[in-house]
């Protein structure tokens, strides 16, 4: 679990802004403390998850929006490893760093929004970190520390200051839109249409780095590292496929792991209880899976044949070093599913040719989208995050249907 401090606002001094002030007017008196708490508003990226912004609870202190300006704080944070057990080194952490303010703003309720700049490669803005000696993504303790260096005016008080701001906690909505579960001995998060009737089930397979491991079985990563399951749960992506359930399993540790831990049955029996207590139209049950959770993804298509209605390898690992994890049988077992392949062709961690180029080749039917790399909106990526592209419905056959419009059109 995340760990979070109780930081007093840094003391600095006040300088008056050059606007005039009102005649009555008072100065808020010394033996006056406010103290408020305030929230990290975090955002799933591309890149995983960032805190793009902080909002304070500002209730009933009046705050006069036109007091407000983007110099009126400064925010400072810290990012260290949750756990010293975590296998390090952690790649990702940060002390002391400076998250620049693009903005002050009130909202309605009292809210007062500190918006930070963010974006790739923003230091000090991910909640992620890496630990290159599990393989992992971890959530990191996260501390913000906030200094008011101008005054407010709040009813009509000039030189309004806090006296202390309280750091709670990471507010993310996308994420917590996904209800958390346990069934068949798998943890798993949940998305849930606000249409009535049967709907579509979107299974979503995370990668290596959001699996779980030892002493630690969150499954928020499997939300937080990338938008492969939150794409699923937009609104573009709702009305593409009418309202749909989104599932996203996490695996204890690998889903290559499947020979050990059997997790190809343990990922049915799941499926099928999910299906058993909501309303899902059991003729479109899709699966999607980037990296390891490709490979788990063709493998599990293999093994239940005729049960989805057509599938999404990303990036799909077929060969483990010299390792065949899919046989070629497997490969062909695939063929009575529509299959849509992504990957890029520079991806060094899972090569194009040996395993998404040959899985779209003996499959029949299957569609690729081969991306000569991974650039998304202006960034060029790391070649093996080619699920970049389906989380933000790239990919596109040659007459212009995107992806999750195919997947939708699907049906047994």
Same mark, same amino acid.
């Given at each position: 679990?995340?760990?979070?401090?109780?930081?007093?606002?840094?003391?600095?001094?006040?300088?008056?802004?050059?606007t005039a002030v009102?005649?009555?007017?008072?100065?808020?008196?010394?033996?006056?403390?406010?103290?408020?708490?305030?929230?990290?508003?975090?955002?799933?990226?591309?890149? !995983?998850?960032?805190?793009?912004?902080?909002?304070?609870?500002?209730?009933?202190?009046?705050?006069?929006?036109?007091?407000?300006?983007?110099? &009126?704080?400064?925010?400072?944070?810290?990012?260290?490893?949750?756990?010293?057990?975590?296998?390090?080194?952690?790649?990702?952490?940060?002390? #002391?760093?400076?998250?620049?303010?693009?903005?002050?703003?009130?909202?309605?309720?009292?809210k007062l929004v500190?918006?930070?700049?963010?974006?790739?490669?923003?230091? !000090?803005?991910?909640?992620?970190?890496?630990?290159? !000696?599990?393989?992992?993504? $971890?959530?990191?303790?996260?501390?913000?520390?906030?200094?008011?260096?101008?005054?407010?005016?709040?009813?009509?008080?000039?030189?309004?200051?806090?006296?202390?701001?309280?750091?709670?906690?990471?507010?993310?909505?996308?994420?917590?839109?996904?209800?958390?579960?346990?069934?068949?001995?798998?943890?798993?998060?949940?998305?849930?249409?606000?249409?009535?009737?049967?709907?579509?089930?979107?299974?979503?397979?995370?990668?290596?780095?959001?699996?779980?491991?030892?002493?630690?079985?969150?499954?928020?990563?499997?939300?937080?590292?990338?938008? *492969?399951?939150? !794409?699923? &749960?937009?609104?573009?992506?709702?009305?593409?496929?009418?309202?749909?359930?989104?599932?996203?399993?996490?695996?204890?540790?690998?889903?290559?792991?499947? #020979?050990?831990?059997?997790?190809?049955?343990?990922?049915?029996?799941?499926?099928?209880?999910?299906?058993?207590?909501?309303?899902?139209?059991?003729?479109?049950?899709?699966?999607v899976g980037a990296?390891?959770?490709?490979?788990?993804?063709?493998?599990?298509?293999?093994?239940?044949?005729?049960?989805?209605?057509?599938?999404?390898?990303?990036? &799909?690992?077929?060969?483990?070093?010299?390792?065949?994890?899919?046989?070629?049988?497997?490969?062909?077992?695939?063929?009575?599913?529509?299959?849509?392949?992504?990957?890029?062709?520079?991806?060094?961690?899972?090569?194009?040719?040996?395993?998404?180029?040959?899985?779209?080749?003996? $499959?029949? *039917?299957?569609?690729?989208?081969?991306?000569?790399?991974?650039?998304?909106?202006?960034?060029?990526?790391?070649?093996?995050?080619?699920?970049?592209?389906?989380?933000?419905?790239?990919?596109?056959?040659?007459?212009?249907?995107?992806?999750?419009?195919?997947?939708?059109?699907?049906?047994?």
């Amino acid at each position: 679990m995340r760990r979070f401090t109780a930081l007093a606002l840094a003391a600095a001094p006040l300088v008056l802004t050059a606007t005039a002030v009102p005649a009555q007017a008072q100065t808020l008196k010394p033996a006056d403390p406010t103290r408020a708490a305030f929230t990290l508003d975090a955002e799933v990226q591309d890149g !995983g998850q960032q805190v793009v912004s902080l909002t304070i609870d500002a209730r009933g202190l009046g705050i006069n929006p036109r007091s407000l300006s983007d110099d &009126a704080f400064s925010v400072r944070a810290s990012g260290t490893s949750p756990d010293p057990s975590v296998p390090g080194p952690v790649l990702g952490t940060f002390e #002391d760093v400076e998250r620049p303010v693009a903005d002050v703003r009130l909202e309605r309720g009292g809210k007062l929004v500190i918006d930070l700049e963010d974006g790739f490669g923003t230091p !000090g803005a991910s909640t992620l970190g890496y630990s290159l !000696g599990a393989g992992r993504n $971890v959530e990191l303790d996260l501390e913000y520390t906030v200094t008011q260096v101008k005054p407010l005016t709040a009813r009509g008080v000039t030189d309004f200051r806090f006296a202390a701001l309280e750091q709670t906690r990471v507010v993310d909505e996308e994420v917590e839109a996904f209800a958390p579960g346990e069934a068949n001995g798998l943890a798993y998060r949940l998305f849930s249409p606000r249409e009535r009737g049967k709907r579509p089930l979107v299974v979503w397979l995370h990668g290596g780095g959001e699996g779980g491991r030892e002493g630690s079985y969150g499954n928020d990563l499997v939300l937080q590292a990338n938008r *492969g399951a939150l !794409g699923f &749960a937009t609104k573009e992506a709702q009305k593409a496929f009418g309202g749909a359930y989104v599932l996203a399993p996490q695996a204890p540790d690998f889903w290559l792991n499947d #020979d050990a831990r059997g997790y190809s049955a343990q990922l049915k029996g799941l499926i099928d209880e999910v299906v058993a207590s909501h309303r899902v139209d059991t003729d479109r049950i899709y699966v999607v899976g980037a990296s390891n959770g490709g490979y788990m993804t063709a493998q599990l298509v293999a093994d239940n044949p005729g049960f989805f209605a057509a599938d999404v390898p990303i990036a &799909a690992v077929r060969q483990y070093g010299e390792k065949l994890v899919l046989t070629d049988a497997e490969v062909a077992a695939m063929s009575g599913t529509p299959t849509w392949v992504v990957h890029a062709e520079n991806d060094e961690t899972v090569p194009f040719e040996p395993n998404g180029k040959y899985i779209a080749e003996h $499959v029949d *039917g299957a569609l690729l989208s081969a991306y000569p790399d991974v650039t998304y909106d202006g960034i060029t990526y790391d070649g093996h995050w080619s699920w970049v592209y389906v989380g933000r419905n790239d990919p596109a056959t040659a007459d212009g249907t995107h992806i999750w419009q195919w997947m939708a059109a699907q049906s047994l």
